[in-house]
């Protein structure tokens, strides 16, 4: 789940699945209208924070909830950057560095 303040990164855990139509989050079914939902108040809270074209956002979420996350950042006009939580912090600083999310 995105967490304001968290330096141009959404970052998140639990599960997303692709049953029950477009997926969820932390083991929860959910339809393509709520997670259309969803992403459009990320979206909307990501463009008060500075997120539009031209503008890059990292994403550091497990593989399963990606799709929320992904969905919100292109709704924003923002470009998506996925992060993999598996690499080491010095190599994530440096994807961060070269690509200035905003709001980092």
């Known amino acids: 789940m995105f967490r304001p303040g968290s330096g141009g990164v959404v970052r998140g855990s639990g599960g997303a699945d692709a049953g029950g139509g477009g997926g969820g989050v932390r083991g929860e079914s959910w339809s393509y209208a709520r997670l259309n939902a969803w992403a459009g108040r990320l979206a ?28 919100g950042v292109l709704k924003s006009g923002a470009a998506y950057l996925p992060l993999d939580l598996e690499y080491p912090a010095e190599r994530v600083r440096l994807i961060l560095e070269d690509a200035r999310p905003c709001w980092w």
């Open 44 to 71: 909307r809270v990501l463009v008060g924070r500075g997120a539009g074209a031209e503008r890059v956002v990292a994403v550091a979420l497990p593989r399963s909830p990606w799709l929320a996350g992904a969905l």
